[in-house]
C-alpha cells in the first residue's frame, strides 16, 4: 500500500467511526482533527484513535489499553491480538459509556 491509499483508507475509516458514534443512540461527543479523533464519553474518559502514517497503522488508545491496527486482506486487524477493528472499537466504547454499543461501518 502507498501513501495515498493509506490517507484515503484511514479517512475513510475515521469518518465511518464518526458517523457510528454519531447513529448509536448514546451521548458520546467526538472531535476530529488532522487524522486524530478523539472520542468523550459522560464520565470524563476518552477514547483516541490516531493515523500512524511512517508504520501506515492506525493506533487505538482507550482508558484500559493501546492497540495498533494494521491493515490487511481488506480489514483492520490488531497487531496485539488479532481483533477485528470495529469489534475491537465495540467492546472499547460499551465498557467506557457503560452501555453495550455496537458500532459498524455504512
Not at 59 to 66: Q, S, Y
Not at 67 to 87: L, Y
Amino acid at each position: 500500500m502507498n501513501d495515498s491509499q493509506y490517507n484515503l483508507l484511514t479517512d475513510e475509516l475515521l469518518l465511518a467511526v464518526e458517523e457510528a458514534i454519531e447513529d448509536c443512540g448514546v451521548d458520546i461527543d467526538y472531535e476530529g482533527t488532522g487524522g486524530l479523533l478523539t472520542l468523550t464519553f459522560k464520565n470524563g474518559s476518552k477514547i483516541i484513535l490516531n493515523k500512524q502514517a511512517p508504520l501506515q497503522e492506525v493506533w487505538i488508545a482507550t482508558k484500559f489499553n493501546g492497540h495498533h491496527f494494521t491493515f490487511a486482506n481488506e480489514q483492520w486487524t490488531d497487531k496485539r491480538g488479532g481483533g477485528e477493528f470495529w469489534q475491537f472499537l465495540s467492546a472499547a466504547v460499551s465498557k467506557q459509556a457503560s452501555s453495550e454499543i455496537t458500532l459498524l461501518a455504512e
